[in-house]
T-cell receptor, first 114, second 117 residues
Framework: AQTVTQSQPEMSVQEAETVTLSCTYD???????LFWYKQPPSRQMILVIR??????QNATENRFSVNFQKAAKSFSLKISDSQLGDTAMYFC???????????FGPGTRLSVLP | EPEVTQTPSHQVTQMGQEVILRCVPI?????FYWYRQILGQKVEFLVS????????KSEIFDDQFSVERPDGSNFTLKIRSTKLEDSAMYFC???????????????FGPGTRLLVL
């Protein structure tokens, strides 16, 4: 079974600084999908960024980018120019090419400090 | 931008009662899902639904749970006889059909917070 690990339970960053959240996963599949979701205090799950494993180019969405290292099974999220509204729980999620369910990591609680 | 919606946002029920959680997926999506998140824990998959039947379910999704698409827009999760440990946030999600990243991406609703007393 696939597993997703987020080794940083909590992190903090100063406003306007850059922070990187780590995610590693375990799979024997060659093609799969990876996602980062943000869960603010309202607890809604909001899609931040996504990546397909067979595409080597790292995905970017405005201030959010990923560093996808397929051989290392690593999918880290970089947030540039951090804003107070980025304060949230961040979940890394994995989906293989066959099943339908997501496997979520335990989350990293990010606090952006003024 | 289309969104997944869920009702109610909060529900309090007595142990042993039946609850129905409702979701309206994004209108052109074909796959529907339920997840739950016990407070402070990770999000866990419950069930997926496609073409009017369950396509995949986890070991959490036992006989106390059922899902239904009663009409062309709603997708429901029923818990027949609630237990204290069913207290959690329940998320509905939906995704498009087809292959690739669009198919794989799931869009989540705002959740229903269920408290069983």
């Amino acid at each position: 079974a696939q597993t997703v690990t987020q080794s940083q339970p909590e992190m903090s960053v100063q406003e306007a600084e850059t922070v990187t959240l780590s995610c590693t996963y375990d799979t024997s599949e060659n093609n799969y999908y990876l996602f980062w979701y943000k869960q603010p205090p309202s607890r809604q799950m909001i899609l931040v960024i996504r990546q397909e494993a067979y595409k080597q180019q790292n995905a970017t969405e405005n201030r959010f980018s990923v560093n996808f290292q397929k051989a290392a099974k690593s999918f880290s999220l970089k947030i540039s120019d951090s804003q107070l509204g980025d304060t949230a729980m961040y979940f890394c999620a994995f989906k293989d090419n066959y099943g339908q369910n997501f496997v979520f990591g335990p989350g990293t609680r990010l606090s952006v400090l003024p | 931008e289309p969104e997944v919606t869920q009702t109610p946002s909060h529900q309090v029920t007595q142990m042993g009662q039946e609850v129905i959680l409702r979701c309206v997926p994004i209108s052109n999506h074909l796959y529907f899902y339920w997840y739950r998140q016990i407070l402070g824990q990770k999000v866990e998959f419950l069930v997926s639904f496609y073409n009017n039947e369950i396509s995949e379910k986890s070991e959490i999704f036992d006989d106390q749970f059922s899902v239904e698409r009663p009409d062309g827009s709603n997708f429901t999760l029923k818990i027949r006889s609630t237990k204290l440990e069913d207290s959690a946030m329940y998320f509905c999600a939906s995704s498009e059909g087809g292959g690739g990243l669009a198919y794989a991406t799931q869009y989540f609703g705002p959740g229903t917070r269920l408290l069983v007393l």
